[in-house]
C-alpha cells in the first residue's frame, strides 16, 4: 500500500479500539490524534469528518466479521453442518468481544434512535447479516436438514436472542458458563425446527477458533 492507505488503515485499527472500548459516539478526532500522535489536521486529511470516520469504522469491523465468521463456514456443506459453523463462529467471536466491547451490540444501543449516516449504515449492515443467515437457513431446510414449513425469519430472531443473551451474561454478568450455555440453547432451538428425519440425536454445537480481531457488505 502507498504511504497515505497504510496511514489511514492505522488510523481505522486504532479507531477500532477506541470505539469497541468507548463505543462510536466515544470516538472523537482529538482522541485518536492523540493516540497516533498525530495532528487533528493529519487526522482529517484522510477522514473528513468524524462522521466519516466513524462509517470507515463500522465498514473495517463488517469486513473483519465476515473474514471471522462467515467465510470460513463456507466450506462446510449446505445444510446444517454451515448453519451450525457460522453460528458457532459467531457465538465465539462475541464471546471474545464480551470483554472489550462489541461494536455492533454498542452500536445498536447509542443508534437506534438516531438517524443519520452512521445508522444507515449500521441498519445495512446488520440486514446484510439477515440475510446470509436466512440464506444458511433456506439451504438447510432445502437439504431437508430442517423442516421446510419453518419461518426463516423467526429462526434468525431467536438466533439473535441468543447472542444478545450471551453478550449481557458475558460481559455484564460476567459468567464463566455463558458461552457454553449459548451453545446449548442453539442446539435446542434447531432441535425444534429439525425434519423428522433428523429429530433424533442432533449434533452438537461445535467450539470453534476465531482469530481476534473484528468487518464489507458482502451478499
Not at 477506541?18 to 459516539?25: P, R, T
Not at 482529538?30 to 486529511?45: E, I, N, P, T, Y
Not at 443508534?111 to 446484510?128: C, F, H, I, T
Not at 432451538?189 to 440425536?201: C, N, P, Q, T, V
Request: charged residues 25%; proline residues 5%.
Amino acid at each position: 500500500m502507498r504511504k497515505g492507505e497504510m496511514t489511514r488503515a492505522a488510523i481505522v485499527e486504532t479507531a477500532l479500539a477506541l470505539a469497541a472500548a468507548k463505543g462510536l459516539e466515544g470516538l472523537t478526532i482529538g482522541a485518536l490524534a492523540d493516540r497516533m500522535q498525530m495532528s487533528k489536521s493529519g487526522v482529517f486529511a484522510h477522514f473528513g469528518s468524524r462522521e466519516d470516520l466513524q462509517i470507515a469504522v463500522l465498514k473495517e469491523y463488517e469486513r473483519r466479521f465476515v473474514d471471522d465468521v462467515l467465510k470460513p463456514s463456507l466450506t462446510e456443506p449446505r445444510g446444517l453442518p454451515r448453519l451450525r459453523a457460522i453460528f458457532g463462529r459467531w457465538l465465539e467471536r462475541t464471546a471474545i468481544e464480551a470483554a472489550c466491547g462489541c461494536i455492533y451490540i454498542s452500536s445498536a444501543t447509542e443508534y437506534d434512535d438516531r438517524p443519520g449516516a452512521v445508522r444507515d449504515e449500521l441498519v445495512a449492515m446488520v440486514r446484510s447479516w439477515q440475510r446470509e443467515m436466512t440464506r444458511a437457513i433456506e439451504q438447510a431446510a432445502d437439504v431437508g436438514d430442517l423442516q421446510t414449513s419453518l419461518d426463516p425469519s423467526e429462526l434468525v430472531f431467536e438466533m439473535y436472542g441468543i447472542v444478545l443473551a450471551l453478550h449481557h451474561d458475558a460481559r455484564l454478568m460476567k459468567n464463566p458458563d455463558a458461552l457454553a450455555r449459548a451453545r446449548r440453547a442453539f442446539d435446542r432451538l434447531i432441535a425444534s425446527f429439525m425434519s423428522s428425519l433428523d429429530a433424533e440425536g442432533p449434533p452438537t454445537l461445535p467450539a470453534t477458533r476465531l482469530p481476534h480481531g473484528g468487518a464489507h457488505r458482502w451478499s
